[in-house]
């Protein structure tokens, strides 16, 4: 080989190491990027994974709250229920142990 075609390898390989250099500071660059919006986007998630825990707790409560109130309700109902009914039979025994007179 002559210098003249040691000269253009050379600068061939000059040019292709450039090149390839040049791209993979461009994949750098677009990972970096990449890393920056997925991070981000694993921001946003555990943001929004607080809250929908947050809204979890709280329905959790107010259901909580409103199936105490139904039970108390239920538990009076049950007691009215029960009181009318001695009184019921009271009134029905006092009916039928009275004495018919002829």
Same mark, same amino acid.
């Given at each position: 080989?002559?210098?003249?075609?040691?000269?253009?390898?050379?600068? =061939?390989?000059?040019?292709?190491?450039?090149?390839?250099?040049?791209?993979?500071?461009?994949?750098?660059?677009?990972?970096?990027? +990449?890393?920056?919006?997925?991070?981000?986007?694993?921001?946003?998630?555990?943001?929004?994974?607080? =809250?929908?825990?947050?809204?979890?707790?709280?329905?959790?409560?107010?259901?909580?709250?409103? +199936?105490?109130?139904?039970?108390?309700?239920?538990?009076?109902?049950?007691?009215?229920?029960?009181? =009318?009914?001695?009184?019921?039979?009271?009134?029905?025994?006092?009916?039928?142990?009275?004495?018919?007179?002829?």
């Amino acid at each position: 080989m002559t210098i003249a075609a040691y000269q253009t390898l050379y600068e =061939s390989s000059i040019a292709f190491g450039m090149r390839k250099a040049l791209m993979a500071e461009q994949r750098k660059r677009n990972m970096e990027a +990449r890393i920056r919006e997925l991070e981000q986007q694993c921001d946003e998630c555990e943001k929004q994974v607080h =809250s929908l825990q947050d809204k979890i707790k709280s329905t959790e409560k107010y259901e909580e709250t409103k +199936r105490a109130e139904e039970q108390d309700k239920h538990r009076e109902q049950m007691e009215y229920y029960k009181k =009318s009914n001695e009184e019921l039979k009271r009134n029905l025994e006092s009916l039928l142990s009275v004495p018919t007179k002829k």
